[in-house]
Each structure stands twice: as structure tokens, then as C-alpha cells.
């Protein structure tokens, strides 16, 4: 028997369960984030956007109701590798005047993971005729834009502070 043929439906399914697996472990990796970050501004951001992560899981189990799919999760590879390297990271230069400014780059690059990932679900569902589950994937995607600029903001402060030292 042949393979069914893959849709866009089915690239839509694949990578939603990709993006719920990355955005629970994007709450984790803002906790343990928050507890590495030295700089108040910094740590506070990585709180807050893990409060608004959790509620981002949320509603991707509100896009699956939505498109009558169970929520199922798939390993990202792409978020594995990234937390990963995240790892390495605050092990070589946790506690050193760069460790704030490795610590944002990690953040960013999960943030400019997530921006691209929720961009294309939210086209994708428009134009599949899931009108109502891409106007909650945008909010996250404008969420996760805001997220950014405000670690670009941050980053910049703890760069020239990180050459200072």
C-alpha cells in the first residue's frame, strides 16, 4: 500500500506538535535561566517571559481544540540543540562579566526560533481556514517579537558592560 500523500494540513499538525514539545522546554529553560542571570533586568525579563511561555502552552492546546487534533507533542530537534548549547554556555561562562550577555544570545536564539516557527503556523493556518487558531498564534508571535527587542535592549546595556570588564 502506498503512502497517503503529505498536506499542508499535515505540515501544520507536524509543526505545531514540534512548537508545543520547544515551548515547554522554552518554560524550563527561562527558569533556569532566571536563577543563572546576575543582572536584575535580565533576570526579571527571563521571569516574566517564562510566565508568559506557560500560558503560551495554553493556548496551543487552544489551537489543537481548535483544529479537532489531539495535543501531542514531538521531540524538536532544533530547541534540543539550542538548550543544549545554552548548557555549555552558562557552564564556560556562568559567573564571568560575559555570563549575562552568553545568557541573552541564548535567550534571543530561542526567541528567533520561536518567531520563525509561530510566523509560519500563523500563514499556514490562515490559510488553511483556521482563522481563529491564527489569530491566537499570533499573539504568541507578537509576544515573542516583544520578548526579543526587550532582551535586544538588555543585551546591549550588558555587552558594553561585559567589554568594560
Not at 533556569?32 to 527571563?46: G, M, T
Not at 540543540?81 to 559567573?95: A, Q, R, V
Not at 493556518?125 to 526587550?150: I, P, R, S, V
Amino acid at each position: 500500500m502506498a503512502n497517503k500523500e503529505k498536506t499542508l494540513d499535515d505540515a501544520f499538525y507536524e509543526t505545531l506538535k514540534d512548537v508545543y514539545w520547544a515551548e515547554k522546554q522554552s518554560v524550563k529553560a527561562l527558569k533556569k535561566s532566571a536563577k543563572a542571570a546576575e543582572h536584575d533586568d535580565l533576570k526579571q525579563a527571563f521571569i516574566t517571559h517564562g510566565e508568559e511561555s506557560a500560558v503560551q502552552v495554553e493556548r496551543l492546546q487552544q489551537v489543537f481544540e481548535l483544529i479537532g487534533k489531539t495535543a501531542r507533542s514531538k521531540t524538536c530537534e532544533a530547541m534540543q540543540g539550542i538548550t543544549s548549547e545554552m548548557e555549555e554556555d552558562l557552564e564556560d561562562f556562568g559567573g564571568t562579566p560575559a555570563g549575562d550577555s552568553v545568557l541573552a544570545a541564548c535567550a534571543q536564539a530561542v526567541e528567533h526560533y520561536e518567531i520563525a516557527r509561530y510566523g509560519t503556523l500563523k500563514t499556514w493556518a490562515t490559510l488553511l481556514g483556521h482563522t481563529d487558531a491564527a489569530k491566537l498564534l499570533d499573539e504568541t508571535l507578537q509576544e515573542e517579537k516583544k520578548a526579543d527587542a526587550l532582551l535586544t535592549k538588555i543585551a546591549q546595556k550588558l555587552n558594553a558592560a561585559a567589554k568594560a570588564a
